[in-house]
T-cell receptor, first 112, second 113 residues
């Protein structure tokens, strides 16, 4: 059974650029959620996807957007990057029933 | 508005001791309370979770105590080991199709040998 895999592991971008982060969900999981974890903080919910539709969103601006594909993998897109977007971005997958999340190891994004 | 408050921010325990981390929540709709363990460079990993219909849940050296009336829950790590040194997060959510987890700010646990 494979876990949640994220790519890339590290990324450096310039302010104003756009970035796409990718996530492959754990086998058997059909729901994907994205979290932002700033240094020294707990993860903050960005949004969740189920059946390729956004199914819940946290307090993040519209320049944070996502996609879920038929194989349940997902992308997080961030436009017009700001310095404060520097963080660890975590993808988590879960099954429709139950509340068990499996997190990936994250993508460390640095905006300079 | 911080809906889950976690304390202490950091904790140092001797090997074999008991580590206790506390969390308090505000949203009475929360009905699932997990604890996550995170090592540097890794994502959080589910450690143990509880629902409000029980007051305590034990898995090995890890125990969650839950006080619904006080809206508080805590993690106890018995016989703490150096390998337990990590950051621990409490979290909460309400059930249904939205799995949004609200996390505490984390506790950095150091277990000295």
């Amino acid at each position: 059974e494979t876990g949640v895999t994220q790519s890339p592991t590290h990324l450096i971008k310039t302010r104003g650029q756009q970035v796409t982060l990718r996530c492959s969900s754990q086998s058997g999981h059909n729901t994907v959620s994205w979290y932002q974890q700033a240094l020294g903080q707990g993860p903050q919910f960005i949004f969740q996807y189920y059946r390729e539709e956004e199914n819940g969103r946290g307090n993040f601006p519209p320049r944070f957007s996502g996609l879920q594909f038929p194989n349940y993998s997902s992308e997080l897109n961030v436009n017009a990057l700001e310095l404060d977007d520097s963080a660890l971005y975590l993808c988590a997958s879960s099954a429709k029933t139950g509340n068990g999340y499996t997190f990936g190891s994250g993508t460390r994004l640095t905006v300079v | 508005q911080q809906q889950v408050k976690q304390s202490p921010q950091s904790l140092i325990v001797q090997k074999g001791g008991i580590s206790i981390i506390n969390c308090a929540y505000e949203n009475t709709a929360f009905d699932y309370f997990p604890w996550y363990q995170q090592f540097p460079g890794k994502g959080p990993a589910l450690l143990i979770a509880i629902r409000p219909d029980v007051s305590e849940k034990k898995e090995g050296r890890f125990t969650i105590s839950f006080n619904k009336s006080a809206k508080q829950f805590s993690l106890h790590i018995m016989d703490s080991q150096p390998g337990d040194s990590a950051t621990y997060f409490c979290a909460a959510n309400s059930g249904g199709s939205n799995y949004k987890l609200t996390f505490g700010k984390g506790t950095l646990l150091t277990v000295n040998p």
